[in-house]
T-cell receptor
Framework: GQQLNQSPQSMFIQEGEDVSMNCTSS?????WLWYKQEPGEGPVLLIA?????ELTSNGRLTAQFGITRKDSFLNISASIPSDVGIYFC??????????????FGKGTLLTVNP | EPEVTQTPSHQVTQMGQEVILRCVPI?????FYWYRQILGQKVEFLVS????????KSEIFDDQFSVERPDGSNFTLKIRSTKLEDSAMYFC????????????FGPGTRLTVL
């Protein structure tokens, strides 16, 4: 099946710093999604990207859908303590059916030091 | 955003017992998904369910697993004879008909098999 490589695995930063993480795939996706997960909770959608080359922002978060459709990055600017959590990328390939299943990366654990 | 609720939030069971996990959408969705996340690992696709039928399932979703929507509302995941390795968080996700490809996740059920 499709595999996503997400990096870095973890980051430990100071409050106020900018953060960048990315995902790459050996095959293409139609949609890239970025989720944040906090302990004991489900993934919460942050940003959805639907077209190659698309650059989308959500507050301090910016994400881009790579032009090759095989990668995506997420940037967080001016990090704050509540940004702590695990960030997952997820790719979706609509095969023309009704499945739309998501393939997840292994996550980036972000720790922000106040 | 439209939400789903999941019950129970935590289920503890003995190996070999049957468990039923429930997903209750707030509004009338047609597309449902179950995902699993073993502690510390990535989220993995189990099965997608569209128009009251399984549309795709992963290799994890073996004969021990089944899904149904018995009353047209609740969407259930049944594990017939639980194994120790079934211990994980189980997430229900839904997608709106006619909407984007975006999937929204429930808070999850933590299953512990002893």
């Amino acid at each position: 099946g499709q595999q996503l490589n997400q990096s870095p695995q973890s980051m430990f930063i100071q409050e106020g710093e900018d953060v960048s993480m990315n995902c790459t795939s050996s095959s293409i996706f139609n949609t890239w999604l970025w989720y944040k997960q906090e302990p004991g909770e489900g993934p919460v959608l942050l940003i959805a990207l639907y077209k190659a080359g698309e650059l989308t922002s959500n507050g301090r978060l910016t994400a881009q859908f790579g032009i090759t459709r095989k990668d995506s990055f997420l940037n967080i600017s001016a990090s704050i303590p509540s940004d702590v959590g695990i960030y997952f990328c997820a790719g979706q390939l609509n095969s023309g059916g009704s499945n739309y299943k998501l393939t997840f990366g292994k996550g980036t654990l972000l720790t922000v030091n106040p | 955003e439209p939400e789903v609720t999941q019950t129970p939030s935590h289920q503890v069971t003995q190996m070999g017992q049957e468990v039923i996990l429930r997903c209750v959408p707030i509004s009338n969705h047609l597309y449902f998904y179950w995902y699993r996340q073993i502690l510390g690992q990535k989220v993995e696709f189990l099965v997608s369910f569209y128009n009251n039928e399984i549309s795709e399932k992963s290799e994890i979703f073996d004969d021990q697993f089944s899904v149904e929507r018995p009353d047209g509302s609740n969407f259930t995941l049944k594990i017939r004879s639980t194994k120790l390795e079934d211990s994980a968080m189980y997430f229900c996700a839904r997608r709106l008909e006619g909407g984007t490809d975006t999937q929204y996740f429930g808070p999850g059920t933590r299953l512990t098999v002893l």
